[in-house]
T-cell receptor
Framework: SAVISQKPSRDICQRGTSLTIQCQVD?????MFWYRQQPGQSLTLIATANQGSEATYESGFVIDKFPISRPNLTFSTLTVSNMSPEDSSIYLC???????????FGPGTRLTVT | GQQLNQSPQSMFIQEGEDVSMNCTSS?????WLWYKQDPGEGPVLLIALYKAGELTSNGRLTAQFGITRKDSFLNISASIPSDVGIYFCAGQLGEYGNKLVFGAGTILRVKS
């Protein structure tokens, strides 16, 4: 079965620094998304990662804080910039495979900001 | 924005019992999906529903897409300890592959 991987799986970061999270899939997908899951909460969409163009951000999320790249059909990155403790969350990428209609999620990146 | 009301918030049941949870919305969705999340992992897709009134099963799981397109339920029959986890409903607007709106989740605990 197709695989979605995220790196790093977890990290502890100092406030004011930035972290880039990678999402890699082993076959081509049509769409890629980034979600945030705050402690004990549900999932909230950050943005849709568009190949070769700027991501589409949801209300409350901005490019300066969460820059996203998607250089090809199998890879995307999310950067959490100028971090504060409020950014401590699980960050998840999801994909829609070429032959399917549903979203499938990666294992997530657990971020703690101190 | 769109919101999904998922209930119950949590359940603590005896092994072997049946479980039912549901989601309602004031908005119409074109697709309903149900996911399960285990601790430290990403959500895993359980069932996807595409048509109003559709009833779909996946092993001991059964889900239905409400006829009004504003609700969905998930049933788990004869629960077992590995059913423990958080169950999320999600509604999808527009065409397939579009963004998802998630419910708050139902925490399921099973007594063996």
């Amino acid at each position: 079965s197709a695989v979605i991987s995220q790196k790093p799986s977890r990290d502890i970061c100092q406030r004011g620094t930035s972290l880039t999270i990678q999402c890699q899939v082993d076959s081509q997908v049509t769409m890629m998304f980034w979600y945030r899951q705050q402690p004990g909460q549900s999932l909230t969409l950050i943005a849709t990662a568009n190949q070769g163009s700027e991501a589409t951000y949801e209300s409350g999320f901005v490019i300066d804080k969460f820059p996203i790249s998607r250089p090809n059909l199998t890879f995307s990155t999310l950067t959490v910039s100028n971090m504060s403790p409020e950014d401590s969350s699980i960050y998840l990428c999801s994909v829609v495979w070429v032959t399917r209609y549903e979203q499938y999620f990666g294992p997530g990146t657990r971020l703690t900001v101190t | 924005g769109q919101q999904l009301n998922q209930s119950p918030q949590s359940m603590f049941i005896q092994e072997g019992e049946d479980v039912s949870m549901n989601c309602t919305s004031s908005s119409i969705f074109n697709t309903w999906l149900w996911y399960k999340q285990d601790p430290g992992e990403g959500p895993v897709l359980l069932i996807a529903l595409y048509k109003a009134g559709e009833l779909t099963s996946n092993g001991r799981l059964t889900a239905q897409f409400g006829i009004t397109r504003k609700d969905s339920f998930l049933n788990i029959s004869a629960s077992i300890p590995s059913d423990v986890g958080i169950y999320f409903c999600a509604g999808q607007l527009g065409e397939y592959g579009n963004k998802l709106v998630f419910g708050a989740g139902t925490i399921l605990r099973v007594k063996s």
